[in-house]
């Protein structure tokens, strides 16, 4: 491979360097299950996350198997609580107190999308913010915004653990953040603001924005929408992370990159004319997706620590 720089225009490369989520999360992965049973040894109950699965989407119910998956592999017990699509918010209301008030529940976790009948940020917000571990509740929110410690949105904070893992330093870089939601857009935005990287979020209404993404030394696209950022918008040498998935029917006999065979996944740039641009990307799937996992799992054991400090009446 021919010489590479990050965030240099004058850059020649013929594939950028992946930025393997698998890798960094199974590393993330045996840490937590080291500390685990570290505690467990001194005599610690293990951690427990209970899990609200709404409605029948398959999506969600693809993603709380692999999450509870993930526990078992670290030493997290999970409790699946399930309800059909047509419940009132008053049942999921009344779990959500009865979780709060368990004592041997580190971490809640309501699995989204909800059906849209459901008050989304008003049954985020009944999560006790100790226990939420997904790191939505408006409290941790606030903590972020004001940079004091608590409890991180999953994908934003799994972004920052990869590029922290591949020594990729921010202070002083140009990052452009496609996307403002909640989730994912404002959340890593702030946290790049940490960094001390020179942030700009763009969404929908913005103007030129091929023109803006191409300013990028790191470009974090959340766009939820199938391949909209183009190899052309891409600044050579750029550190490309993308938070987008979609699964698209394949072509037969098309030239699909190995990293995204499985399950016929596609972000929200496009791999195959973006990577011949940028020195770093992250592949769809195996990039940022086991990072949010891997991120729920370090949440839970920060919760539970937590509550174990509590519970020893320890400051």
Known sequence: MAERGYGDLTVQQQMAQILDGKLVAAQVRDRLKSRVEELVRDGHRLPGLAV??????PASHVYVKNKIQ?????????????????????????????????????GILVQLPLPGHLPTDSLLAAVLPGKDVDGLHPQNLGLLLSGKPGLRPCTPQGIMVLLEHYHLSLAGKRAVVIGRSNLVGKPIAMML?????????????????????????????????ECLVRGAWIKPGAVVVDVGIHKRAREP???????????????????????????????VPGGVGPMTVAMLLSNTLIAYQEHIMLRDGRP
Do not use: W
């Open 253 to 283: 006999g098309a030239d699909v990159n190995v990293l995204q065979e499985e399950a016929q996944l596609v972000g929200d740039v496009d791999f195959q004319e973006s990577a011949r641009v940028a020195s770093y990307i992250t592949p």
């Open 193 to 225: 603001l940490e960094k001390n990287a020179t942030v700009t979020i763009c969404h929908s209404k913005s103007e030129r924005l091929d023109e803006i993404a191409r300013t990028a030394d790191v470009l974090v696209v959340a766009a939820g929408k």
């Open 70 to 106: 993930a526990c078992k592999k670290v030493g997290i017990e999970s409790r699946l609580y399930q309800f059909p699509s047509q419940v009132g918010a008053q049942e999921v209301y009344a779990c959500l107190g009865e979780l709060n008030r368990d004592t041997a529940v580190d």
């Open 52 to 57: 609200v699965l709404i409605g029948d989407n």
